[in-house]
């Protein structure tokens, strides 16, 4: 009973904790008045809770803690040179402890002994979950519920999972890794395709935007290559066809009037009016600040000292905190991680779904989000290298690995 609990919890944890502001922030369709920090803190002393309780830790687990000690020590010495925007900066360090860092632990936990079945089970609930409140913050007024850039991140998770599950429906099916195994969930899976994409547009993200062409592109190269794929995609849009058919006669026309239409217009259909957009005024600034110190950065955490912020794009914030030698060590850390994936792929399908992820999140953070609060990519690179090593000592599946 313990072991089936800790199974169901476990995955529970490591789809909520890694983007933990993702996940409380929807529940506040529901509970208006969450706080962030709140339940944010009771994931993470649950997840760290779960990963002291254990008597024995590989050499690995050993080794991955240190290495976060070791950024945490770094992260925390930044504030000893800089004095202005303190009170952002501790908020990031509090974020980066309470997410990235339980993130790692979860991760490594979730990467042996099979628990991936358990949160391959538990994609699909949370794809509902993150379909339901990002589709009622999409009806809702402007900013009244979910501020309308992250409404298009939250409805790209459920479309990647969605499309993920699409893919792989019969091998979850043939696994029984799923609590929907009635005939119709088929149909309504693409039928939520429609919703979430209507939410994530809403949103006017433009990294969800560019999210959308990939994974559907993913997925209909996919249908392309699968006769009973194609048979059961039509299906599902003449379903669909059918309910705009008999809904024709409604005013849809405000669909075309969203304030997220109108916000990727400006930035993908009017170049004259991208010079002046915020977001890459941003970016010159903070690129004005990297040619200062090219090579080793201004410190971990120093652009909320600097410009009272982040850049909004992954690579810009690496490079301006770490310089050029903390960037090429963190891509050879994403490049190692994208070779291994890509060779589990061929022993396991189930780690299809991390490649999605890692892509989802990489898009994601070129244009939003600071990689010192979203636990999301310490979660991908953490989980990919520990299966890794469980696969190689306790399976010996991968003798021939190299990297």
């Given at each position: 009973?313990?072991?089936?609990?800790?199974?169901?919890?476990?995955?529970?944890?490591?789809?909520t904790?890694?983007?933990?502001?993702?996940?409380?922030?929807?529940?506040?369709?529901?509970?208006?008045?969450?706080s962030?920090?709140?339940?944010?803190s009771?994931?993470?002393?649950?997840?760290?809770?779960?990963?002291?309780?254990?008597?024995?830790y590989?050499?690995?687990?050993?080794?991955?803690?240190?290495?976060v000690?070791?950024?945490?020590?770094?992260?925390?010495?930044?504030?000893?040179?800089?004095?202005?925007?303190?009170?952002?900066?501790?908020?990031?360090?509090?974020?980066?402890?309470?997410?990235?860092v339980?993130?790692?632990?979860?991760?490594?936990?979730?990467?042996?002994?099979?628990?991936?079945?358990?949160?391959?089970?538990?994609?699909e609930?949370?794809?509902l979950?993150?379909?339901?409140?990002?589709?009622?913050?999409?009806?809702?007024?402007?900013?009244?519920?979910?501020?309308?850039?992250s409404?298009?991140?939250?409805?790209?998770?459920?479309?990647?999972?969605?499309?993920?599950?699409?893919?792989?429906?019969?091998?979850?099916?043939?696994?029984q890794?799923?609590?929907?195994?009635?005939?119709?969930?088929?149909?309504?899976?693409?039928?939520l395709?429609?919703?979430?994409?209507?939410?994530?547009?809403?949103?006017?993200?433009?990294?969800?935007?560019?999210?959308?062409?990939?994974?559907?592109?993913?997925?209909?190269?996919?249908?392309?290559?699968?006769?009973?794929?194609?048979?059961?995609?039509?299906?599902?849009?003449?379903?669909?066809?059918?309910?705009?058919?008999?809904?024709?006669?409604?005013?849809?026309?405000?669909?075309?009037?969203?304030?997220?239409?109108?916000?990727?217009?400006?930035?993908?259909?009017?170049?004259?009016?991208?010079?002046?957009?915020?977001?890459?005024?941003?970016?010159?600034?903070?690129?004005?600040?990297?040619?200062?110190?090219?090579?080793?950065?201004?410190?971990?955490?120093?652009?909320f000292?600097?410009?009272?912020?982040?850049?909004?794009?992954?690579?810009?914030?690496?490079?301006?905190?770490?310089?050029?030698?903390?960037?090429?060590?963190?891509?050879?850390?994403?490049?190692?991680?994208?070779?291994i994936?890509?060779?589990?792929?061929?022993?396991?399908?189930?780690?299809?779904?991390?490649?999605?992820?890692?892509?989802?999140?990489?898009v994601?953070?070129?244009?939003?989000?600071?990689?010192?609060?979203?636990?999301?990519?310490?979660?991908?690179?953490?989980?990919?290298y520990?299966?890794?090593?469980?696969?190689?000592?306790?399976?010996?599946?991968?003798?021939?690995?190299?990297?």
């Open positions: 009973m313990m072991k089936r609990i800790y199974y169901h919890l476990l995955a529970i944890l490591a789809w904790l890694p983007n933990s502001y993702a996940f409380i922030d929807s529940l506040k369709v529901f509970f208006p008045n969450i962030l920090q709140i339940a944010g009771l994931l993470a002393v649950i997840s760290i809770g779960i990963f002291i309780t254990r008597i024995y590989t050499r690995y687990e050993v080794f991955i803690s240190l290495l000690c070791i950024f945490i020590l770094i992260f925390y010495s930044t504030s000893f040179f800089y004095s202005t925007n303190a009170e952002l900066y501790q908020s990031f360090f509090n974020s980066f402890l309470i997410r990235p339980p993130a790692i632990l979860v991760a490594m936990r979730l990467a042996k002994n099979n628990h991936i079945k358990g949160f391959i089970k538990w994609s609930p949370m794809m979950f993150y379909t339901l409140t990002s589709f009622l913050a999409a009806l809702s007024p402007r900013n009244s519920i979910i501020i309308y850039q409404l298009s991140y939250y409805a790209m998770t459920a479309y990647m999972i969605n499309v993920f599950n699409i893919i792989y429906k019969e091998k979850i099916l043939e696994e890794l799923t609590y929907f195994r009635f005939s119709a969930w088929n149909f309504i899976r693409y039928f395709l429609l919703i979430q994409a209507f939410s994530a547009l809403s949103g006017g993200g433009r990294g969800a935007f560019i999210l959308l062409i990939i994974f559907t592109g993913i997925l209909l190269i996919r249908i392309s290559m699968n006769f009973k794929f194609l048979f059961s995609f039509i299906g599902g849009l003449s379903a669909i066809a059918l309910v705009v058919f008999f809904t024709k006669g409604l005013d849809l026309t405000w669909l075309l009037n969203m304030d997220g239409g109108e916000r990727l217009l400006n930035f993908f259909g009017r170049p004259e009016r991208i010079s002046t957009d915020n977001r890459l005024l941003i970016y010159d600034t903070v690129w004005s600040a990297i040619q200062e110190k090219p090579f080793l950065g201004w410190g971990v955490g120093s652009t000292f600097k410009f009272n912020g982040y850049s909004h794009n992954i690579v810009l914030d690496l490079l301006h905190d770490m310089g050029s030698f903390g960037l090429l060590i963190i891509l050879s850390a994403f490049f190692a991680s994208s070779v994936l890509y060779k589990l792929r061929k022993i396991d399908w189930k780690v299809n779904l991390f490649i999605l992820m890692f892509l989802e999140v990489y994601h953070m070129s244009f939003s989000g600071s990689y010192l609060a979203d636990g999301r990519l310490w979660f991908l690179v953490t989980f990919t520990s299966y890794y090593r469980w696969k190689v000592q306790e399976k010996d599946e991968v003798s021939n690995f190299i990297i």
